[in-house]
């Protein structure tokens, strides 16, 4: 008898053009090292799933929703994913307004990482709205990396086909297209972590964003 599948998870990059970049870069890292040279040993701005890096998590720094940054990394990243999927797969995104609903940079010296979490949230009504936005996609731009290779490893839980015991896993280290300059897209459900940082700085931009959807 043949059988129906379910969508799965996926991870989706999009590669900024460098020019674009070197201006986010020149935008952001004197305000980001900013931050973290004001910042006392006591300053509880960490994620609260446990990491070694420091998050600016709880401050949400405004100069992040820069309508040139956002369009970069966020909006037209976000349009060229639902596109190439829609003309790919049976199962089609059908978001009709979407919002950033949270956005915080972390930053790794030599041996920090981050524990394996997840963005997923619950539904809101942004303010302004009348109606619930859902989580529905999570954004880490990789704004300075000095690493030849990226470190984070996104994580499958529920691979019952090959063991209840099994993960599977896509360790973006063994793809050589992802690195600074890359945002990665992918559900707010999916595990990810992030290896422990071998070679000088790295920076990374997160958003979360919830949607609306079409009618069926």
């Not at 020149?26 to 305000?31: D, G, R, S, V, W």
């Not at 524990?115 to 997923?120: A, G, S, T, V």
């Not at 896993?169 to 999916?190: A, N, Q, R, W, Y």
Request: aromatic share 14%; net charge negative; charged share 25%.
């Amino acid at each position: 008898m043949p059988f129906e599948r379910l969508p799965g998870n996926f991870v989706y990059w999009f590669n900024i053009e460098s020019e674009k970049h070197e201006k986010i870069k020149q935008m952001l890292l004197p305000k980001i090292e900013l931050e973290e040279s004001e910042a006392s040993e006591t300053t509880t701005n960490y994620f609260p799933l446990g990491s070694d890096a420091f998050t600016n998590y709880s401050k949400r720094p405004p100069y992040m929703l820069d309508n040139f940054i956002t369009n970069t990394i966020v909006w037209d990243p976000v349009d060229d994913m639902i596109k190439r999927n829609n003309e790919t797969d049976n199962y089609q995104i059908s978001i009709d307004k979407s919002k950033i609903v949270e956005h915080w940079f972390t930053s790794y010296k030599v041996g920090d990482f981050f524990e394996r979490h997840h963005h997923k949230g619950f539904p809101t009504i942004p303010s302004g709205e009348n109606e619930y936005y859902y989580p529905t996609f999570s954004f880490i731009y990789i704004l300075q990396d000095d690493n030849q290779k990226n470190s984070t490893t996104f994580i499958d839980t529920k691979a019952y086909m090959l063991s209840p015991h099994v993960e599977t896993s896509i360790h973006t280290s063994d793809i050589c297209d992802i690195k600074e300059g890359t945002v990665m897209i992918f559900p707010v459900h999916l595990i990810h972590a992030v290896k422990k940082n071998v070679k000088g700085k790295r920076i990374t931009l997160a958003y979360n964003i919830a949607s609306t959807f079409k009618n069926p």
